[in-house]
């Protein structure tokens, strides 16, 4: 009988038909993927809903600007020398041959005129920052006046903050670094700031600058956070940023099918990312283009840095004009306290107002809280129109930047308007103070006349330009009904109702609460009501209703009923 052979089948043999071949590629994602779980987040990932908006761009254009200055910044520390060591300059700008500079100044001249594409990465550099802190204070804005930063948002919002203030200090560092007059003068002011603080000014102006100003070690202290930390903190913030954003979801504009409860928009893949990915590009062709054809910072027209000189037509950046504009506004004022020099002109617009604005940026989402008395959730961006006083509020913020940024660049006005210095900085002292508040009155106001515009088209609808004539030889406009989109935008409107001063049966409320009750009364009251059929107001209830299930009923007005019930 014949001898029956098995044979093993070679490793190199085809596999059965119906049998899929086995990837080493794929073998490796499967093991990943049982460790770490990445496919199922990865398809959620990719199935993330995103609003489709344009206002919904600001944060965007800021992240891909911090992109564009991650690499074009690792590009300049390759050439960059952070030392304060001086030596004559030897490079090939021979208006500065010979000239004594700092190796800090003399490698950014060198980077600007030595190397292949140095200056056109530094003017990259240095208009991407600029646009970066636009962005995120513009990002802020649309957050602030669209209600964005109500429950469960306050996190974000803080984190926000905390990244437009590091953004800023990460500007001034890398500003400083090129050792040149301009930015010399800035530390020099900065050194001051320092030293108005009482008590401990002198102690922190030598922690800083470690000893005397300038010193040798401020450009490589600078240069170290400018690298390593402050991007750092940065690139942490906008990953929590991000995760924040994904957990609890994007805000939306009122639209059919857009309700408190669901987010419509596009997804990540593909169409969302298409989309951010051609923003990206626009975003690093327009800094590109703009650092080709409009020159900023040429350090070597200022000349390297020197204690004893001081050039007109010197401003910070833009983003630090505020504080510029308060120091040069801010009349002349010291105390002397127990021996200790207490400098006003420069601790309030230097230290103090800083301060003051970005305490308020924090808490303003908490104080809103406290005075409407709103803890529910919302994921529905308010129209500004729908909430006036804190939009003139908002107004009157910018218009007081705004004034403290003319401020800054006060010599150059006055310079180009051939106007008398003194009396340009009296006029902006008393704008100053007048401006926002005739700014938060007359935006007050414009709102509540966009309310009155809302109600009036929603009884007669808009004109369409034709002129009818009737059946009794009269003549009228013809109206067109709004569309169903823009009625569902109009209508669809949260707004609290005032908090009263105590519960009933309470006794008599305390003064703190009689003072909340007379706070939010004059934040909420400002209100136009819009015409609506029962049904409809059960519609737009529905809209509202939380996540969480059925809306919450107003706490206070609830409390308002009682009261009513009881009398």
Same mark, same amino acid.
């Given at each position: ?326 120091? #040069? ?178 006794? #008599?409320?305390? #003064? ?46 609830? #409390? ?8």
């Amino acid at each position: 009988m014949p001898e029956h052979i098995t044979a093993e089948p070679s490793r190199s043999a085809r596999p059965a038909r119906g049998q899929a071949r086995e990837d080493p590629g794929g073998r490796v994602l499967t093991a990943v993927d049982r460790r770490l779980g990445i496919a199922r987040a990865a398809g959620e990932g990719l199935r993330k809903v995103f609003p489709d908006h344009w206002s919904f761009l600001l944060g965007e254009i800021a992240l891909y600007c911090f992109v564009v200055l991650l690499l074009s910044g690792t590009f300049l520390a390759l050439f960059f020398e952070p030392s304060m060591a001086r030596e004559p300059y030897d490079g090939s700008y021979v208006p500065l041959q010979g000239r004594l500079t700092s190796r800090a100044y003399a490698s950014t001249v060198n980077l600007s005129f030595d190397i292949r594409g140095g200056l056109l990465v530094r003017q990259i550099h240095h208009w991407a920052a600029l646009v970066f802190v636009a962005a995120i204070v513009c990002h802020l804005l649309r957050i602030f006046f669209t209600g964005a930063f109500r429950r469960p948002r306050e996190g974000n919002w803080t984190v926000g903050v905390t990244l437009l203030l590091i953004a800023i200090a990460e500007g001034f560092c890398g500003y400083s670094l090129p050792d040149d007059l301009l930015s010399g003068t800035g530390l020099r002011t900065t050194q001051g700031i320092l030293q108005s603080i009482p008590v401990a000014g002198t102690w922190l102006t030598f922690l800083v600058f470690g000893g005397e100003f300038p010193g040798h070690q401020i450009i490589p202290r600078l240069y170290l956070a400018h690298v390593l930390l402050l991007p750092g903190l940065l690139t942490a913030l906008l990953t929590v940023h991000i995760l924040l954003i994904v957990r609890l979801k994007h805000t939306h504009w009122a639209r059919p099918g857009r309700t408190n409860r669901n987010v419509v928009g596009k997804p990540m893949f593909p169409a969302y990312a298409a989309k951010s990915t051609g923003l990206f590009m626009l975003v690093a062709g327009v800094l590109t283009l703009m650092a080709a054809t409009m020159q900023i910072n040429p350090v070597w027209l200022l000349g390297p840095y020197r204690p004893d000189h001081v050039s007109t037509d010197v401003q910070p950046d833009w983003y630090l004009g505020f504080v510029e504009g308060a120091l #040069r506004l801010m009349p002349g004022a010291e105390t002397v306290v127990l021996g200790h020099t207490v400098i006003w002109d420069v601790l309030l617009p230097g230290a103090v107002l800083p301060l003051l604005l970005f305490l308020g940026m924090y808490g303003y989402p908490f104080l809103e809280r406290r005075l409407t008395g709103d803890d529910r959730e919302h994921h529905l961006c308010d129209r500004p129109r729908n909430h006036p006083v804190r939009t003139g509020f908002g107004a009157a913020v910018i218009t007081f930047a705004a004034v403290l940024q003319l401020g800054g660049g006060q010599d150059v006005i006055a310079f180009v308007l051939r106007l008398e210095l003194p009396a340009l900085t009296w006029v902006l002292r008393i704008s100053l103070v007048v401006l926002p508040v005739l700014v938060f009155l007359v935006v007050r106001r414009l709102c509540l006349a966009l309310q009155a515009r809302d109600r009036r088209r929603i009884l007669y609808g808009d004109p369409t330009g034709d002129v009818r004539r009737t059946a009794g030889g009269g003549y009228q406009e013809a109206m067109a009904r709004m569309s169903n989109a823009e009625h569902y935008l109009v209508v669809t409107r949260d707004l609290p109702e005032p908090v009263p001063a105590a519960p009933p049966g309470a006794g #008599r409320p305390r #003064r703190r609460d009689r003072l909340r009750a007379a706070l939010s009364s004059w934040f909420v009251r400002d209100r136009i009501e819009l015409p609506a059929s029962e049904a409809e107001r059960r519609r737009i209830a529905a809209r509202l209703t939380g996540p969480g299930g059925a809306r919450p009923r107003n706490r206070n007005r609830n #409390r308002n009923r009682k009261e009513e019930n009881d009398r």
